[in-house]
């Protein structure tokens, strides 16, 4: 059965998160898992441009009503007009989620995935802790390959 991995993070980036999310990417379609994002710019569209780089799918699940916005290197871009609550759909169409940098859509996109108990992988991303007590939950990586090792299982 295909896997498929969120890779979730802002829709701007630096450059180093740029680079994570597309060779994340990539890795994920060499693995042949399905890349599912939320199809606009930043680390969604580098995560889309690796998949494609690397000869696999992504979906892309828009905020708005129609495909203006898109990531050009989407296989597949749905539009859901839901806004910010697509981050949900993002989530539950995931087996994994992948987590790089990212701001307050990122966080949603964690706080989702560890409330239906999906797997969370962070490359830089959010420190989870309440009242100086670790939430547990995201499993940190040093690198692409380790975030894309731990979010596939191997």
């Known amino acids: ?3 498929y991995v969120a890779v979730c993070g802002s829709s701007i980036g630096t450059e180093e998160e740029l680079a994570w999310a597309e060779e ?3 890795l994920l379609a060499e693995a042949g898992a399905i890349v599912v ?3 606009l710019g930043g680390v969604m569209d580098a995560a889309a441009r690796g998949a494609s ?3 696999g799918v ?3 699940l828009l905020p708005g009503d129609d495909r203006l916005g898109a990531s050009e290197h ?3 871009a749905l539009p859901t007009g839901m806004g910010e609550m697509r981050n949900a759909l993002i989530v539950r169409a ?3 989620v992948v987590a790089i940098g990212g701001e307050w859509g990122t966080l949603s996109e964690i706080a989702f ?3 239906t108990g999906k797997p969370v992988v962070g490359l830089g991303t959010w420190d989870l802790s309440r009242s100086g007590r670790s939430t547990g939950g995201i499993v940190l990586a040093g690198s692409p390959s380790e975030a894309v090792s731990l979010a596939l299982g191997r």
């Open 1 to 3: 059965m295909t896997t």
């Open 24 to 26: 994340v990417g990539r």
């Open 37 to 39: 994002c939320g199809g």
């Open 53 to 55: 780089a690397g000869g």
């Open 58 to 60: 992504s979906v892309g």
């Open 74 to 76: 989407l296989t597949v």
């Open 94 to 96: 995931a087996d994994a």
């Open 113 to 115: 995935a560890m409330r």
